[in-house]
Structures are given as structure tokens and as C-alpha cells.
């Protein structure tokens, strides 16, 4: 398969994995809300955020690294398989054990503490998903990660929508993910044993270079998810669990654009890894590739958002006080500009083994998001925290250009900018006449939409050198 159209194929599949975990999670938060309210979707979400820190730092570093070395010596697999799991079980014990201790140390409430405690058990069969997953990405079978996820996200969803109806609490939700998590490691290894022949034994020697050489990525992983999720972190501290219910509630409007953007750019890293031997100029042109790929979706999006916001807010939550809100929503989407250049640029340093510039990026962005984090959100809460956010996104997309301009190659902005905001201009009229004739929400939403994918067919899809087609 060509490479273009094997990177589009991998970037599908990953993307129907990430939309329908993306979806599964929008609805079952917005669920969590109507039923339980505001606090106990803080209470989930403020444990969601530690599961993630905790599972990134002591997991994660060995998937980059696993990933990388796989796609360069796919002859491995075997050893990478056995040995990397037993290492990642170790690792995600010490995870589990290590955020138990933190939640307990914390001030939190008893029953929010306890859901913390019940979220983290999932630390373990997502950490050992992790190597079977490395290996499907790193040969570029993406397909197979959506095959033995997307099936087992809905059956969770649906089970999760019935134990809510029936006015179950949150602690049956939890158990279900547990289960799910759980279901998913065992089909990625059935799946996994079709195409590589484990091999039975325990290379002491391998685990330890692991280790080793994965201290880095541990590092980059663990400061990049927590300066990800510092804002929840310092508003939960210095707010209430009510608050970060009301915040999260409206972050999750922009995961339509963090699930295809996070997907393209993790489908896209294999490539990039292949290019380092091809020479700077191929690198740049992958890379330029997919920025500009996001920045035709990002752009567009925040226009969108700007637009239609506030009703999009209260379509979603049917609570007219979310529209007063719409403000946050405004703010925090700014951030969206800086993560089309952000996300490509990280997997970038890492395929040139560079990830120690990723590490001193992730620690200037969460001392900056630290600090500003504390001072916004003790003044001002809410507007605090997305002021916060914007800072933190900023700062990474700073740090990140300066270092790929001075250790790797220029991006050609005028270049790659040319589409999107010709796509974004597009959009302002198309919603500048929907707003003259007073269009309803849903068929503002559709039109937006068809107009959308007719400007991108044309301007991307069927221009003569057009991304990836």
C-alpha cells in the first residue's frame, strides 16, 4: 500500500477509535450531569484526571519508546511482547499504588476520595493495553486497536446509560469501565497472537535497557499529562468539585477536534519516524502535511464555536444557565490554533530523538501553567482556569516552535495557512447569513456542516496537490 494511503488509512481507523471513545465519553458525561448534577460529574471527572496523570507516568514513556523501536526493528516484536508486558504490570502496580497514596494525602471528601480509589484500578489493564498497542502501531495495523475497542465502547456506554436510568451511582459506572479496560487487553492479545509468536521467556537484559532508556519518555509523559491537566488539578484544590463538574462540562465541547487531532498526529508518528533516515526536507513535508490538516479542521471549528457557542452549550445540557458561560467556551477554543502545530511537533522531536527538548517544553509550560493556575484561579475560579488553559497552550506551542525551527528545519507558514483561513473566511459568511435569516440550532449545525465539507472537498480533496490525496 502506498505510503500516502496507508497514513490515511491508519489516520481512519485511529480516528473511529478516538471519535466513538470520544463520543462514548461526551454523552456519559453529559449523562452524569442531567442525572447526578454538577458535583458527582466533578467527583468523576477530578478522578478521571488523576487515573490519566498516574497512568501516563507510569506507563506511557514505555509505549513512545516501544513504538519507536518497533517501527524502526519490527523483528523484535516477540521479545517487546512478554517482556514488556511483565514490565508494564510492575509498573502499573506502582502506579496504582502511587496515586492511592497521593488521593489520600490530598484534602478531599471521603466519598470522592473512594471514587478516586475505584477509578485507578484501571491502571493496570490499560497499562498492559499499551504494548499490544505499540505493536499494532508501530506495523501499522491501526485497524486492529479500533476492531478491539470501538465494539467494547458502546456495549460500555449502553450498560452505563441503563445502570443510570435505573439510579445507580457512580461507583457502577466505574466498575463498568474497570470491566471494559479488562476486555479490551484480552482481544487486542488474541488478535496480537494471529500475527506474532511470543516469546515465552523473561529477557532481564532487554527490561532493564527499557528502563533505562525509557526514562526520558517517562519524564516527558508525566510533566506533559500533568501540565495537560493542571487546571482541573488547581481548580479542585482551591474550588470545589461542583466547579471542576461546570469546567469540565464545557472542555469536553472541544473534544470533537482533540480526538481527530490527537489521531492524525499519533497515526502520522510512524511516518515521521521512517523520515528521519529520509532526510529533512521529507520530514518537513509530513510534517507541514498534517499541520495543515488540523489547522483546516481547528479553523473552521473555532468559528463555530464563536457562533454558535452558547447555544451549543445549552443544547447539550438543557440548562440555560451554561449559556452564561459560553464566554469560557470562547476563551479556552483559542487553544486550538496552538495545538495544530503542537501535536505534530512533539511526535516530530521524538522521531529525531529529541524528546529531552519535549521534556524541558513540558516543565517551562507547567511551572508557567502552575503559577498562573494559582493566581487566576484563587481570584477569579471559573475564568480563571481558562485563562489558565489559554496561557498553557501558548506557552507549549512557543517552546515547541522555537525548538523545531533551531533544531530541525522552518515551517513555511504562508504555505500551509493559505487553505484554512481561506476555509475559515468561507465559514464566516455561511454563518453570517444563517444568523441574517434566524436558522434554528440543529439546522444550523447540518448546514454548517454540508458547507463545510463541500469548501474542504474542493479547496483540499480536489486541488492538484492536494493533502495526502
Avoid at 509498573?91 to 489520600?104: H, K, P, Q, R, V
Avoid at 475505584?118 to 489493564?125: E, K, Q, R, S, T
Avoid at 509530513?286 to 471549528?301: D, M, T, W
Wanted: with cysteine.
Amino acid at each position: 500500500m502506498p505510503q500516502k494511503n496507508k497514513l490515511i488509512s491508519n489516520s481512519l481507523a485511529m480516528l473511529v477509535n478516538r471519535l466513538t471513545q470520544g463520543i462514548a465519553t461526551f454523552i456519559l458525561t453529559a449523562t452524569i450531569a442531567r442525572t447526578l448534577g454538577a458535583e458527582v460529574l466533578g467527583q468523576y471527572l477530578l478522578a478521571m484526571n488523576y487515573y490519566f496523570i498516574f497512568v501516563n507516568l507510569f506507563s506511557q514513556g514505555f509505549k513512545t519508546l516501544f513504538t519507536r523501536e518497533l517501527s524502526l526493528n519490527p523483528e523484535i516484536a516477540p521479545i517487546y511482547l512478554v517482556s514488556g508486558t511483565l514490565l508494564q504490570l510492575l509498573f502499573g502496580l506502582i502506579g496504582y499504588i502511587a496515586m492511592s497514596t497521593t488521593i489520600f494525602i490530598l484534602p478531599y471528601s471521603d466519598t470522592t476520595s473512594a471514587i478516586c480509589y475505584l477509578v485507578g484500578a484501571m491502571i493496570i489493564p490499560f497499562a498492559l493495553s499499551n504494548i499490544t498497542e505499540a505493536i499494532f502501531q508501530a506495523q501499522e495495523k491501526m485497524y486492529l486497536i479500533a476492531f478491539s475497542t470501538v465494539p467494547i465502547y458502546i456495549l460500555r456506554l449502553l450498560a452505563i446509560i441503563w445502570f443510570l436510568h435505573l439510579q445507580y451511582g457512580l461507583e457502577y459506572v466505574v466498575i463498568t469501565l474497570i470491566i471494559s479496560e479488562s476486555l479490551i487487553l484480552i482481544v487486542q492479545w488474541l488478535l496480537l497472537l494471529n500475527i506474532v509468536k511470543p516469546k515465552w521467556q523473561i529477557d532481564r537484559n532487554f527490561i532493564w535497557k527499557a528502563v533505562k532508556e525509557s526514562k526520558t519518555f517517562f519524564a516527558l509523559e508525566g510533566m506533559g499529562i500533568i501540565a495537560s491537566r493542571i487546571d482541573i488539578l488547581t481548580l479542585s484544590l482551591l474550588g470545589s468539585e461542583a466547579i471542576v463538574g461546570i469546567y469540565g462540562a464545557i472542555c469536553q465541547l472541544l473534544q470533537p477536534y482533540d480526538i481527530v487531532s490527537s489521531s492524525l498526529a499519533l497515526a502520522a508518528f510512524p511516518s515521521m519516524s521512517k523520515a528521519v533516515a529520509e532526510g529533512k526536507t521529507k520530514q518537513r513535508q509530513v510534517a507541514e502535511n498534517v499541520i495543515e490538516i488540523l489547522l483546516c479542521i481547528s479553523l473552521p471549528f473555532l468559528v463555530g464555536i464563536y457562533f454558535i457557542g452558547d447555544r451549543l452549550l445549552l443544547f447539550i445540557y438543557q440548562n440555560p444557565s451554561f449559556t452564561d458561560r459560553a464566554v469560557i467556551l470562547h476563551i479556552i477554543s483559542l487553544s486550538l490554533i496552538t495545538a495544530a502545530f503542537s501535536r505534530p511537533f512533539n511526535f516530530l522531536l521524538i522521531a529525531n530523538g529529541l524528546e529531552k527538548l519535549n521534556l524541558i517544553e513540558v516543565a517551562i509550560t507547567t511551572i508557567v501553567g502552575g503559577f498562573t493556575g494559582i493566581v487566576l484561579i484563587s481570584q477569579f475560579k471559573l475564568m480563571g482556569a481558562a485563562l489558565m488553559s489559554l496561557s498553557i497552550s501558548f506557552t507549549n506551542f512557543s517552546v515547541m516552535m522555537f525548538f523545531v525551527h533551531n533544531r530541525l528545519f522552518h515551517i513555511q507558514l504562508l504555505k500551509i495557512m493559505f487553505r484554512p483561513l481561506l476555509i475559515s473566511f468561507l465559514m464566516v459568511i455561511v454563518f453570517l447569513v444563517m444568523y441574517q435569516i434566524n436558522l434554528d440550532f440543529l439546522s444550523t449545525v447540518v448546514l454548517a456542516t454540508l458547507f463545510y465539507i463541500g469548501f474542504t472537498t474542493l479547496l483540499v480533496v480536489r486541488k492538484p496537490g492536494g493533502i495526502y490525496l
